[in-house]
């Protein structure tokens, strides 16, 4: 199997990069002999070949370059989307998906537009929470930690709901994005590792069979500490 | 006269605070209540230094005090490190007169990166230190990019910028200014010609965003890059660190002052210059400065060595979202040639705020700990099991990992009749419930 961590040294401010560690790990766990490519800007990736395809957070001057960039993959990357692939965006990679991307300077980028939703950036406040979020394609809720400076309007595909911390926007009970198994959220860093039934989901879906998971002992037994402390948290509040 | 008595209830609280042990930011709060603009009222003296960055700032800080105060000046500055303004204001009324002047020579002023626009808006820096600018308490500061857009907000005409040239962000802060001066270090032994580092803060450049190469690293993105568009570049040195030898513990500044180092790591090397460069400007002498920093050990608590039952070791304190803090941590126990076992613990993310967040863990290069030197590594705290994940995706054998809970627990198991030393890394937050089952010296 194939696996495309896109933007590697440019799209990886919260240690995302572990996410691709972590897919890596249980599909070889689970009998594949997995190939891992790290691509950066101007090189030219082949999606047709890939079995998942990653991309990290980044600040928001290098989402720009990366965006600048990641505009001539549209076409494959809707062939590799319809096709019902895996890809995972997280932190601010995944508003490349939509139509603009207007800075807090009012200058306007426009996205991909796979996707409906436009994007605001403000200067002012920097947007951070612990979050505790659900979906119905996992029996367990996903946590982790939000940390942008945006808001997205428009998104009418969601991939989350909120039970703690931020959504899309101020007040949206939504968060993130979803088209076929194109999976986007504002969640940071290593939300695979740090959710390991969200892993073995991805897995899956990629391997179309059950990934071998007995191996998991201390990420589940992280996950329940860190469901356990935000639940604690957000009961008191 | 409102003036006069803001002053006066300040100095009253800080007065009373001191005597129950209070911290050092609520009576400058009240005095900005009274009294808003009290910092623009006040008469400050010729020299007004202010200290930021990710890291040292606190370390640098003490420094300069030691070797100024050494030298015969006088310096009102924030030892308690309450660096936002409400700490700051503390200090600028609690050294002045009731008629507002202050009496010192110098203002000595550690701040916070994100709060520094406020404090300068009424105290404009003469002299303004920018040690680094890393990835620091993401979860409050968004990413070092967000923070040197926050910073430059605080920079003034009329204030000297001293940069660390070796740090690429921070460099880009005199892009378009005249008055600044340059710290840094030229080619070390210890430098490595390849980036050692989970991550790459150094891989493109800050200006142009176009990728930048190294010629050497001294440690992380710190060292002698350059930009292949712009020709952004690492700028020339006018207070330079010229040899290191961390085995012997010496550094030599400007190739002619050697300094022994009480604590063996880059980060205490360029806490020593960046204070050599501002007491320089101050007008000490070089050989003054090197005598007052020679075997200089700091006393704001970070470093603090103990007995474990018949162990010695070490507290390193690092600080916990910071990864390159904990890198240079490692690196310290990584170079200790005699053996040594290595604790680490995670228990509370940070002791100001709250957070379960610890995708930081994953920007340490733990793999520095795979190596002959490092005997032993004890993981413990609430988040061990995200340390043993964590510590699972490194090259270091399983067997020579020990998981605890339990802090208590943890120190129990160190208390042995091995032999090796034992360096502990941990944060702030979670140093005390170390300390608690140790014996300081």
Not at chain 1, 105 to 115: R, T, V
Not at chain 2, 17 to 29: D, E, F, H, R, V
Not at chain 2, 130 to 153: C, K, S
Not at chain 2, 158 to 165: D, F, K, M, P, R
Request: with cysteine; glycine share 8%; aromatic share 10%.
């Amino acid at each position: 199997m194939k696996i495309l961590h896109l933007y590697h040294d440019l799209m990886n401010l919260y240690g995302d990069y572990a996410n691709v560690s972590a897919m890596k790990r249980i599909l070889e766990k689970s009998g594949e002999r997995v190939e891992l490519d790290r691509l950066s800007l101007g090189d030219n990736a082949d999606f047709k070949n890939c079995d998942f395809i990653f991309i990290g957070s980044g600040t928001e001057k290098n989402q720009r370059v990366a965006l600048k960039d990641f505009k001539k993959y549209g076409k494959a990357l809707k062939d590799y989307i319809d096709s019902g692939k895996v890809i995972l965006m997280t932190g601010n990679s995944f508003e490349m998906l939509g139509k603009t991307i207007t800075d807090a300077h009012g200058q306007s980028f426009d996205g991909l537009g796979l996707l409906d939703f436009g994007v605001t950036e403000q200067n002012k406040t920097r947007l951070t929470a612990d979050v505790i979020f659900d979906c119905d394609f996992l029996t367990q809720p996903v946590v982790g930690f939000v940390n942008k400076c945006s808001e997205i309007t428009g998104a009418d595909k969601t991939l989350f709901s909120v039970r703690m911390g931020l959504g899309n926007k101020d007040g949206d009970k939504r968060e993130g994005v979803r088209l076929n198994n194109c999976f986007g959220t504002h969640v940071t860093g290593p939300v695979l590792i740090k959710n390991p039934h969200f892993l073995c989901y991805l897995a899956e879906t990629i391997l179309g069979r059950k990934p071998e998971s007995d191996w998991m002992t201390y990420e589940r037994a992280g996950y329940e500490v860190t469901l356990r402390e935000l639940s604690g948290r957000l009961n008191a509040e | 006269m409102k003036k006069f008595f803001t002053i006066l209830i300040c100095k009253l609280l800080r007065f009373a605070g001191k005597l129950i042990g209070k911290g050092s930011s609520k009576p400058g709060q009240v005095a900005l209540k009274l009294c808003p603009d009290i910092l623009s009222r006040v008469q400050l003296p010729k020299y007004i230094i202010a200290v930021t960055g990710s890291n040292g700032k606190t370390s640098t800080v003490e420094m300069i005090a030691h070797i100024l105060t050494q030298n015969g000046k006088s310096v009102a500055w924030n030892k308690e490190g309450s660096n936002q303004i409400e700490g700051v204001t503390t200090l600028v009324l609690d050294s002045s007169t009731l008629g507002g002047k202050v009496k010192s020579d110098i203002l000595l002023i550690e701040s916070d990166e994100r709060f520094a626009r406020y404090t300068f808006k009424y105290i404009k820096p003469t002299h303004y230190v920018i040690t680094n600018l890393y990835r620091d308490q993401l979860t409050r500061n968004g990413h070092p990019e967000w923070v040197y857009e926050a910073l430059l907000d605080s920079i003034t005409d009329g204030t000297q910028l001293i940069l660390n040239a070796d740090d690429p962000l921070v460099s880009s802060f005199a892009e378009g200014r005249k008055d600044v001066v340059w710290f840094g270090a030229d080619k070390l032994s210890s430098d490595t010609p390849t980036l050692e580092s989970v991550y790459n803060d150094g891989a493109y450049c800050p200006v142009c965003k176009a990728p930048m190469t190294y010629s050497t690293h001294h440690y992380n993105h710190i060292g002698h890059y350059r930009c292949t568009a712009c020709g952004y570049h690492r700028h020339d040195t006018q207070y330079t660190i010229t040899s290191v030898d961390l085995d012997k513990g010496e550094m030599t500044i400007d190739g002619k002052h050697t300094i022994t180092l009480a604590l063996k790591s880059l980060y205490n090397i360029y806490n020593i210059l960046s204070a050599y460069t501002v007491a320089s400007i101050v007008g000490v002498d070089g050989a003054k400065i090197a005598a007052d920093m020679n075997n200089y050990v700091l006393k704001n608590g970070r470093v603090i060595t103990f007995t474990l039952g018949s162990r010695k070791g070490t507290l390193l304190t690092s600080k916990h979202e910071n990864s390159i803090s904990y890198d240079q941590s490692l690196r310290v126990a990584s170079a200790y040639k005699q053996g040594c076992d290595v604790l680490i613990i995670v228990d509370a993310v940070s002791r100001k705020y709250f957070t379960s967040d610890v995708s930081w863990l994953y920007d340490i290069d733990f793999d520095m700990l795979n190596n002959k030197n490092v005997h032993q590594i004890v993981l413990a705290g609430k988040y061990v099991n995200d340390l043993a994940v964590r510590f699972s995706y490194t090259d270091i054998p399983n067997d020579r990992i020990k998981l605890f809970e339990d802090i208590g627990e943890a120190a129990d198991h160190l208390n042995s009749d091995r032999k090796e030393y034992i360096y502990a890394i941990t944060c702030f937050s979670d140093k005390g419930k170390l300390l608690a089952k140790v014996k300081g010296e």
